[in-house]
């Protein structure tokens, strides 16, 4: 069947812009959105008349019908040259996988660039962590996580779900006609000196899609090992493990305590000109100079195992794994620590003892582990009161009792209230409270001999060395958090 031939210029003016195809894709596929009929029937100009994939994935994306005529593909560019050159003060640059965008000098352009960049530029000045972004047939929601917690931003009209969805697939140079599969990808903007890295995840849900964007924010508050709230004492016990030439140190903690935060301060506090720092993570999440970092990517084998293998070839001083979540890459790491490098890594448990246990149980001789291991810190991360709306409260008689037996003596203590400084949430940032375990000789024979884990925390208590909870009650008394805030998390 032969299509009909028309001229771009019996269809001026073309839809408008927000109802348009990205440039990006209207140059690649040689297509372009020419007229909306009254009916709904859409007709789509095509410079590749026989690129069958394509009108599939038109019909797909439009759920109405399409008809398609042929264009001249020598008139398409030159329109299309005209838009980009009128578009190139945004400077929407695609470099490898990721896309640098200028994303203050695109403020003035069609209504979605604009709602999607002040999502964007609105989580960077609340401090989120993530932006939620759920579409289905009756509304967008819209949610910020700030100091670990979801709050609801806004509601948009669903019919600009798509759009919104389209724009961020082109940011992170996704498949906008994608609607069925999950999809992940990297955005790295550039915005008022700041660069902001996000990941994006994409996945279909009933009438939608759910789109969770991570952003790594460069001036992220956390990223020094004093501001995530170490005193300075156990700076310096931090300083001396990672001071080390060799051995393995272990951070623990569930999801979301701030293990991988921790682990890239030390790495940064590492000189990397005159050591060789390898990381493996999954994914990448800050980049820091003069380190080697390197994606996990278990579609093409590339676990956390499979990679330690090969790093350990590439001569490294330091090698940091992002987490050692099976027996084979403990194994590895430990080796590594016994033949000269330091190794450091993250465990999924609660406290710092268990992480002898949990290498125990991965299949870790226990000599070898006795060898290896040098420290252990366990952390989660409290919201921090407000010190705009804090309240002063005395402890109940029970509570006095707490503090007594973590031997803390507590006089007066702060509870949440709320104000236009805190957004009402009488939190406002975050600070970690946790445990150093340091393996001196003596422990390091117990974990030789395979003692007990009962025994071994028996000793540590008796050291005096380690406990969470005093390491909370203390940033209670100090007015840093509340009682209800460490209840809640630990
Ligand atoms: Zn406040």
Redesign the pocket.
Known sequence: MTMTSVSLKDYHPFPPLQEQYPVEFMEKRKVIKLHTRKDGSIIIGLGIPDDELLKEELQDFHHSQCEFVKIDNDELAAYLSKELSRQNEHEYNTKDSTSVIQLDKLANDAPIVNLVNNLFIEAIRSNASDIHIEGSSDTTTVRYRIDGMLSYVSKLPSGQFPAISSRIKIMANLNIMERRLPQDGRISLHLGGIDLDMRISIVPIAGGESIVLRLFNEKDTLTSLDQLGFSKKDLSTLKELYSLNNGLILFTGPTGSGKTTSLNAIIRKLDAVSSKIITIEDPVENRIPGVSQIQTNEEIGLSFHSLLRRVLRQDPNIIMIGEIRDSETAQLAVRAALTGHLVLSSLHTNDAVSTINRLRNMGTEPYLLGAVLKGAVAQRLVRKL?P??KKIRYPSPGEKKLFKEHGIESGKIYEA???S??GNK?Y?GRTAVYEIMTVDLKLEKMIADNAQADIISDHLKKTGRINIISSGLRKVVDGETSLAELERVL
């Open positions: 407000c705009e709306c209230s709320g104000c400084v805190c009488g406002k």
